[in-house]
């Protein structure tokens, strides 16, 4: 493979076991860059859409030194609204937002009918193996040193989750009693 995107793909597909995935495009908002593509696999995890983007990496961030994120959610629904909220964020805040541990993303609005969730954090991802989706070397012939993507995870959030994570840190946040795959939950605060 001299492809860096096939590479990547190859990578997600032993991980995921070769479970099928769909294919979803976003448009790029910004000429200098390609658009984003998600990647759905409803069928990897029992009652659970998995979406992980390829787009994000491509752009530059002053906190990228030596490796670069795309996103992972997982939530328990078959609304593939969430993949499509997952590829918005991605086209938008590639090279603004840094998607470190406890970071936030706030849309402001509802992601989808079925939740009053209007927000999303980043912490490591929901997968078996969180240790195998960390340095994926996507190295294309030509390319001095490694190129390394780190998978994160998006949690979706309710804004006063959000607000109480800004006030007392990630860590309180997922100590607390709730499950982040539940779209339909109460809030945890």
């Not at 995935?21 to 990647?39: C, I, M």
């Not at 603004?96 to 009918?113: M, Y």
């Not at 912490?123 to 390319?143: E, K």
Request: charged letters at 20%; glycine letters at 8%.
């Amino acid at each position: 493979m001299d492809n860096r995107a096939e590479k990547y793909l190859a990578h997600l597909d032993r991980l995921c076991g070769g479970a099928k995935a769909e294919f979803y495009s976003q448009e790029s908002s910004s000429p200098a860059l390609p658009g984003v593509t998600t990647l759905v696999h409803e069928g990897l995890s029992d009652g659970m859409l998995n979406a992980f983007t390829y787009g994000v990496s491509l752009a530059e961030h002053p906190a990228w030194q030596e490796r670069t994120p795309e996103l992972h959610l997982s939530v328990r629904s078959k609304n593939v609204i969430w993949a499509e909220a997952l590829s918005f964020i991605a086209d938008g805040m590639r090279g603004t937002c840094a998607f470190a541990c406890g970071d936030t993303v706030d849309l402001g609005e509802r992601v989808t009918p079925e939740s009053e969730m209007t927000a999303f954090c980043v912490f490591a991802p929901a997968l078996p193996d969180p240790a195998g989706y960390t340095g994926l070397d996507v190295s294309v012939a030509g390319h001095e040193g490694h190129d390394l993507i780190d998978i994160v995870g998006l949690y979706p959030l309710h804004d006063i989750e959000m607000r109480y994570l800004h006030e007392h840190g990630l860590e309180a946040l997922w100590n607390r009693d709730w499950d982040p795959h539940d779209v339909r939950r109460q809030p945890a605060v």
